[in-house]
């Protein structure tokens, strides 16, 4: 399938923000995901938009979507160390039953 | 709890043998897939199953091999034909309809010497 985009590598401070940005490829995506995996783990679901949406908050997590672009964002607030992760964008395309088609994620590392 | 369980954690094997990977849901979802994860690569889709007894290749089926006899279980063959098949292999499912979320496994990762 068309790939989804992100960066690869973001490093930022304790205590700053971060913002991993990504493209998507489908208009028609209903929904889109932010899933976060710890080295050696799964994916864990963080946070979605429903594609109706702009922005929605969760707690120090804060979604942008911008639907002209295809342009999804992930503000993460106040980052802590054990916010060093991969967080991978994903979309649902057509005629792939209900498979999500994932980026190749960014791994994030929070410095002290 | 509910939730996911692959098996086994660790798996190595030697070049040319076929291995399963186990796959098991208590989650009363119908639908299962099976991902695989490169360095850099992200997550690739193999194969998915929507239904009992019904499963569709993914972008990268080539080498591999399922089945899906019971709703709770979706294992994976990686056989011989594979021509690289070391990697992290994860296993989702899903429920009909909702925000799509898929909840996955833990992971298995296959090493072939």
């Known amino acids: 399938g068309e790939d989804v985009e992100q960066s690869l590598f973001l490093s930022v401070r304790e205590g700053d923000s971060s913002v991993i940005n990504c493209t998507y490829t489908?208009?028609?995506?209903?929904?889109l995901y932010w899933y976060k995996q710890e080295p050696g783990a799964g994916l864990q679901l963080l946070t979605y938009i429903f594609s109706n949406m702009d922005m929605k908050q969760d707690q120090r997590l804060t979604v942008l979507l911008n639907k002209k672009d295809k342009h999804l964002s992930l503000r993460i607030a106040d980052t802590q160390t054990g916010d060093s992760a991969i967080y991978f964008c994903a979309e649902t395309p057509r005629g792939s039953g209900y498979a999500l088609n994932f980026g190749k994620g960014t791994s994030l590392l929070v410095t002290p | 709890d509910g939730g996911i369980t692959q098996s086994p954690k660790y798996l190595f094997r030697k070049e040319g043998q076929n291995v399963t990977l186990s796959c098991e849901q208590n989650?009363?979802?119908?639908?299962m897939y099976w991902y695989r994860q490169d360095p850099g690569q992200g997550l690739r889709l193999i194969y998915y199953s929507q239904i009992v007894n019904d499963f569709q290749k993914g972008d990268i089926a080539e080498g591999y091999s399922v089945s899906r006899e019971k709703k709770e279980s979706f294992p994976l063959t990686v056989t011989s034909a594979q021509k690289n098949p070391t990697a992290f292999y994860l296993c989702?499912?899903?429920?009909?309809?909702?925000?799509?979320?898929?909840?996955f496994g833990e992971g298995s990762r296959l090493t072939v010497l």
């Open positions: 989650l009363n979802h119908d639908a």
């Open positions: 989702a499912s899903s429920m009909k309809g909702g925000t799509g979320e898929l909840f």
């Open positions: 489908d208009s028609s995506s209903t929904y």
